[in-house]
């Protein structure tokens, strides 16, 4: 049933230079090969973006989000047929992907929602005062508009909900944008059974082909033709900081140099406050070790830092989480580039002097086994590389002398998609010093509870200052993603005959900026 | 009065090497001789904005605005001294310059309205949903913060409005962040005066003195230290297109690359359609030239090029704008380095075989005399170098074919910070061809006026595409220019005793997004 084909607005594409699949657990290449897409490709599916960009933006409101319920509902309709192939292709368990199936259309759903909402239109009316002295001042409008068409990379780690149609897929369609997508080549097969639903749906919502392109391969020349392209826009990525610095880059260095929203590290540090941890050593470190281990460790949120003050307590709980590990099976990694990295990353860990808590269960050579190690504050603070992340399932336990040295630590941390407070009420007054701390580290602060889990919803950020992501200004969760892909344009003395109609004065439905004042209903 | 020296969070400091301010006009060195800053001096501003950030970020939103209020009081309390200097340093006459201190107030009032408003910090509120299948929804609520300190670079041309006090240490400061401005040299006693007006500010608003730091200098070198500095969270710029793009390469390769919001380059072109044009040849030609040699053209948004079908009309029109020409005075330029390179950009133009329509009065060697072409549509596209911003009195009239030359120009052009229709009912269905291309080229479309003049208010975008601007997602005037400064942060499960104020449940005056509905009363 699969092609192998890339997919250029509309059309499957064959190549005459292929790639393989593989099975995660097993290694094994699997059925078909896949065209590995040409500059060609490339060029022609930017082409097509372009081409249909000014359609697609122009369409009605009501028509985009039906355009995205209906990407959603042709997913939906995959089933099985997709949770299967994205298990073998990323060795992740059926009830995860079936999760994250949900997730992925309930994200198509809610920027339907976005969409019609409107608010981020960015709406706003200042009228006119042609009395004003000594000058006159002109009648000025302003609303969003989308930057234009989006490359959107693929992440290994989410075969669906941060892949072909994610969240950097959705929110730059609800913003109006044209996607270009390069596929991760550890899941083609996933990706083309997306493509193929999200084809169904522009034939059926008669939307313009181009609004969509899937190039897959697995040479870096292609996402940098993909960057290179002048009519790309911006950018989505979510992977390793190597590749997120790479595309900055060319981004940077183009004639016309663009935004690059890439999410690329993160250790994400967890504070166990004193008091919390005397109450509670035992149930914490079941809890730790179950984020930490969650889907081999592959997530971008695992807590892969975690800080404590020396104390009774403490040692309890490192002795309580070296017990939870045992019971932790190894998992299937994603690919063999991510276990070979793992198993160097523990290495180095080991090479730099920390001590190991524990581990989980051996596996085979596919797998990640658990690992959890401890070094003390001082320790930690004179081998900076012990704050790099490892993507996989292991962290580490940092002893600190007092709460002054988790400050410290603290600040001296790059910047992180999260950071998470364990506390009792009598931590509180310790976790108001830290707060403006964490504040500006990380773009989500967490209060007992384990950042593994992004909530898809408003307030959501799933962003943070560099290196969590190129650009601490955004998110890539939640409705305020749609952000990333607009920009402001002014109006000024345009006759209502040529305005947009969002801008023209009568009852609005939309949240508007009114001479200054937002109103819900004009 | 005026001492030469830098001013480092509230402390006068001098230095070992000087440089001189220039009378605009005569070319004579002025009194007395400026300190140049060190590199010292930059690292100790940054370091003060550093830890001044975190309480001045934290005042109350309504001590915030006062201030904003009171650096507008005393600049106001200058009165003619200011414009005085500002004379002497920058050859503007009196009238612009009290009228640009009314703009520099008068937005300084305008942000302080904005920190009150408080829509802003973007508040959103997602409240827990704990019976949650599979899984309990979290509480998560959201508000931006500032970024961090903030360099901004004077620019020459508004010695007021853009400088040390100007639209860019105005958002930023109603952003809660801390400021170190690097003053433009073509004007420090101009800068020395604010940063006095600043300092007075401060202490009787009891701001932290690390708020504000003003270092002057005329090497570059010094500017590459601000922007090079690791406390500084992100760059305002204002100035030339070469300057823009050397602050973005030195932005982007720092270990932690920062945003740059950089105003370079715009021609502004203007539409003349045919019908409107046929009907006012001779008005439009007289404002035009009045546009264009407003300021001795020393605008951004000055009317470069414009555009119009050939006919009769245009021959009338073309022929009034020489006739207008006759009565423009030459006038002072800013610097010799502006006149010069003035100077030398009419040179290039004449070489690439524009034809002169006319110019305006001879004046002494400081002065600019205006310049008007014209060339074909087919020799301009040929030539794309008379699409580059000459900065100064000169415009190019192109004369096209027909409509479709018009829009193939426009749709070749850079990105720009305005573009403009000059339209008469009858062209309302050529100029809805034309909206979408203008709408995708630049920050603001305006109809039936000139683009020289910027309004201080909400719905104003003064911004556009590169090179425009390094960040077209932006304006540098009006209020959303707070917006490049912000970043938001996401509280999942913080106890109410640790919320911000502004985030706790309850009647709120601030407009916020709760469980995704927008409310102006919580």
Redesign the interface.
Known sequence: MLTGKNMIAGVWRAATEHFSAVDAASGAALEPAFAHATAQDVADACAAAAAAQ?AYA?LPLSRRAAFLRLVADKIDALGDTLTQRAMQESGLPEARLN?ERGRTVGQLRLFA?EVE?G?WQ?L???HAQPDRA??P??D???RN?P??PVAVFGASNFPLAFSVAGGDTASAWAAGCCVVVKGHPAHPGTSELVAGAILEAIREAEMPEGVFSLVNGTANALGEALVNDPRIAAVGFTGSRAGGLAL?GHA?ARP??I?VYAEMSSVNPVVLMPHRLAEAAESLAAAYVGSLSLGAGQFCTNPGILLAVESEATTRFIGSVAEALEGIPAQTMLTAGIQSAYTKGIAAIVEQGATMVGTGAEGSAACGRAHVFTVSGASFRANPALGHEVFGPSSIIVTCADIGEVAAILEGM??QLTATLHMA?AD?DA??TL??IL??R????????WPT?V?V?????H?G???AT????S?SVGT?AIARF??????????A??LPKALLDGPSAV?R?I??R???QG
């Not at 919803?457 to 950020?461: E, N």
């Not at 607009?486 to 006759?495: E, I, K, M």
Request: charged content about 20%; aromatic content about 6%.
């Open positions: 000014p122009a999760g929602d909402n608010a960015g706003r009316i200042d000594p000058l001042k002109p000025l409008r302003m508009i930057l234009g900055m940077a016309v140099p935004p790059e910047g009420q509180y976790a108001r707060l403006p504040e500006n990380a773009g989500r602060i967490i209060a007992n509870a889990g909530e919803t408003h307030a959501m950020v962003g200052p560099f290196p190129s650009d601490g200004r998110t305020l607009l920009r402001p344009v002014s109006y000024q003395d345009l006759p005959a040529l949240l900026r001479d200054g937002y109103q819900v």
